[in-house]
């Protein structure tokens, strides 16, 4: 059994007598064991499979145990009851950050390899808007770009683009247009949400897609 299946409370009823499995005995030692299980909770369990908690709102009245989902993507467990702390940034004790990204591992590891429809999954997930499944389109959604026109070097003459080995001719023969900034997809994200982050939204677009695209590849992002 990994440490990520590990539950103490089994452990504890699996291995006590059986004389002894009495609730009054078992709950005695549940609550010894407590702040190990809820350690475990927060940084194995959540770290792995994520947590489901609604964004934080400054009406909500919290409760002590409370797990909310902070604007920093992060999740936070209410320690102190309140009504209009915001847990980001929280220095009065109020929140507890549980896990820094309320997508576990497992999701996020499914990403690798910049698959357009994982992809556009990620980006939805990420910034708040829909997902939807082909043939329906995604309120965030990738159109890709045959790149043109782009100078191939290479050892393989078949592939190679061609040159002129005398630098008299080379840049006349090349005709020193070949464009490098084509991107070699689109991300296409609704207005609402573009103004919904602000003059930066580009950058945060552009900060969260850098992590996942395949290396040496360009986009670029409109909004419609």
């Known amino acids: 059994m990994s440490i990520y299946d590990q539950n103490n409370y089994s452990i ?3 291995n006590t007598p059986i004389k002894y499995r009495l609730p009054k005995f078992l709950g005695w030692m549940y609550a010894l064991l407590y702040p190990i299980e809820w350690l475990r909770y927060n940084f194995v369990n959540f770290y792995r499979n994520g947590h ?8 909500f009245p919290f409760t002590v145990g409370f797990y909310v989902r ?3 993507k992060a999740i936070y467990q209410c320690f102190i009851a309140n009504t209009n702390v915001n847990p980001v940034g929280d220095t009065t004790g109020h929140w507890y950050m549980a ?3 309320f997508r576990g591992s497992v999701e996020r590891q499914s990403y690798t ?3 357009k429809l994982s992809f556009e999954y990620a980006l939805n997930r990420w910034f708040g808007t829909t997902f939807r499944q082909p043939n329906a389109v995604s309120d965030i959604y990738i159109t890709n ?4 026109n782009v100078f191939i070097a290479s050892n393989n003459p078949h592939i190679a683009s061609y040159a002129n080995n005398l630098p008299q001719f080379t840049v006349s023969f090349c005709n020193n247009a070949y464009s490098f900034g084509q991107s070699n997809f689109v991300i296409h994200v609704p207005s609402s949400l573009a103004t919904a982050l602000g003059s930066q939204w580009q950058q945060f677009i552009s900060s969260f897609a850098n992590k996942y695209k395949l290396s040496g590849t360009l986009f670029s992002i409109v909004q419609y």
Do not use: E
């Open 145 to 148: 770009n045959h790149v043109t």
């Open 52 to 59: 489901t908690a609604l964004n934080w709102n400054n009406t």
């Open 99 to 101: 896990c820094g990204d």
């Open 12 to 14: 504890i009823g699996n």
């Open 113 to 115: 390899g910049a698959i």
């Open 70 to 72: 902070g604007s920093d």
